[in-house]
């Protein structure tokens, strides 16, 4: 960072008059603060590290307080960085604010397979944070194991539990398989049954592991209750618009068996939920079109199973499904793995967190694993007339979203909202001009670029957003005001 860079960063603080995402604010002015450990994790956690500033005072509005020295200053925060599980190097940048001395340190990103980061006096599993909104917070021990399955290459498909055994497959399910396969697999063909099955994930060392009770047993929840899928029709926006208990509900259902039996449960339920309209072609011939197109609604299913995370600490969660008047939302449990952004979702080839589960479901489904299915579902709602989907990641917890078409010309809906309820809230909250950053930190979404081509680009291009700086869309002091 040049020294006129913080000096512009120092004034953009002053005026927003908050700290941020990537930006934390330390006072330094009769010394240097005894805990950075926190800030020091959270950022080399996180995509992109961040700054800490010192100098500048919080409690008085962001006021310069200057620092006590600054050279002391840099020693005990390299002292301190010293003490962090990757070392911390810290970038420090020099510059006269209001005729006194500011000091920032700016930490990078530490590299996925050195991640979490965490001071060595508390150990990993306390000593480990994450940057949420303006504050630091502990890891919990799900997001600590998550960095620890992609280092060490940890697959919770092939576990197993004791009381698995082979009677527990389906005799049927298992011929059919292994039938597919070896027309698919043609060196498989002079290997025993047991031999195949061990060599695709789906037995090891006699027992059926995870991966191969989901896909070929008689059933799978007598042993895993909770890895199914739970569906929900709401009629309202929100899942508390109206009532309580079962009246709130149009439709839910638990859906369970194996994951084609769970796939093929979920499509009909909907199919048999969604609004559905006859479309009479040109040449006269008849085409039933629903609210969302099934070859997406498959795709996202599809990923959620395959790509959920199948550890101990997710395996009480279900996948959701859940129907509301205005869209369709999806969430399984586990972020996005790897090296994987929301940014570059359906651009690049993603790491695959099963690879044995996703060859097998190729097997019996058909299934393209090869490339992420985000392409398809992006092309058929835009062939459907839909807006793109909408992706989140949020400490564990992947989320897809569907939204029904902008307008009621493909179905009409006199009841349904001009705007959807998070295009409301944004709209409410740039009431005042609101910058990139002040808006990823409201909403929780930690890549402002994604969020402000998401979000807040289609209020801009509908009309219902102005940027501040119309010529420049991409400068780092555009904000966004209501119309």
């Not at 009431?431 to 979404?445: H, I, M, N, Q, V």
Request: glycine content about 8%; charged content about 25%; aromatic content about 8%.
């Amino acid at each position: 960072m040049l020294e006129e860079d913080l000096i512009a960063l120092v004034t953009k603080i002053q005026s927003e008059r908050c700290e941020k995402q990537a930006v934390e604010v330390k006072k330094a002015a009769i010394g240097t603060p005894t805990r950075l450990y926190d800030t020091l994790s959270s950022f080399s956690n996180q995509q992109g590290g961040g700054i800490i500033i010192f100098g500048l005072d919080e409690a008085t509005g962001f006021q310069v307080t200057g620092v006590y020295d600054p050279q002391d200053l840099q020693k005990k925060v390299v002292e301190q960085s010293m003490q962090m599980e990757p070392v911390i190097r810290p970038l420090f940048t020099v510059a006269q604010v209001e005729g006194k001395t500011v000091v920032s340190a700016e930490i990078s990103e530490c590299d996925l397979t050195d991640k979490p980061c965490f001071y060595r006096g508390t150990g990993r599993l306390r000593g480990s944070y994450i940057r949420v909104g303006e504050s630091d917070q502990p890891m919990t021990e799900y997001e600590i194991y998550s960095y620890e399955a992609y280092r060490r290459r940890i697959h919770d498909e092939l576990r197993t539990i004791n009381r698995l055994k082979l009677d527990h497959f389906s005799k049927e399910r298992v011929m059919e398989y292994l039938i597919s396969l070896r027309q698919q697999k043609p060196n498989l063909a002079n290997l025993d049954d047991n031999r195949v099955l061990e060599t695709q994930g789906l037995v090891q060392n006699g027992q059926p592991t995870l991966a191969g009770i989901l896909l070929l047993g008689e059933y799978p929840q007598e042993f895993f209750p909770q890895l199914s899928l739970t569906a929900l029709v709401i009629p309202g926006h929100e899942m508390g618009d109206i009532g309580s208990g079962n009246e709130r509900f149009i439709d839910n259902k638990r859906i369970e068996g194996t994951l084609p039996q769970m796939l093929e449960q979920a499509m009909a339920f909907v199919n048999r939920n969604m609004a559905t309209r006859t479309i009479i072609a040109e040449d006269g011939t008849r085409h039933d079109r629903g609210e969302y197109p099934l070859k997406a609604v498959r795709e996202i299913l599809l990923n959620a199973m395959i790509h959920r995370d199948y550890s101990i600490h997710t395996e009480n969660s279900p996948i959701r499904l859940i129907l509301y008047a205005d869209r369709l939302e999806l969430e399984n449990p586990g972020g996005l793995y790897g090296r994987i952004t929301l940014d570059d979702l359906g651009k690049v080839a993603a790491d695959t967190r099963n690879p044995y589960l996703a060859g097998a479901m190729e097997i019996l489904l058909h299934t393209e694993n090869r490339f992420s299915g985000i392409p398809t579902i992006r092309v058929e709602l835009e062939k459907a007339g839909l807006p793109p989907p909408l992706f989140s990641d949020r400490r564990g917890i992947f989320k897809v979203t569907f939204t029904k078409a902008p307008s009621d010309r493909i179905f009409p809906d006199v009841n349904r909202p001009s705007v959807l309820p998070l295009e409301k809230e944004i709209l409410a909250f740039c009431e005042t001009p609101r910058s990139r950053e002040e808006l990823a930190r409201k909403f929780g979404f930690e890549s402002k670029g994604y969020f402000v081509k998401t979000y807040v680009q289609p209020l801009v291009d509908a009309g219902r957003l102005k940027p501040s700086i119309p010529g420049k869309p991409r400068s780092t002091h555009q904000k966004w005001l209501k119309a």
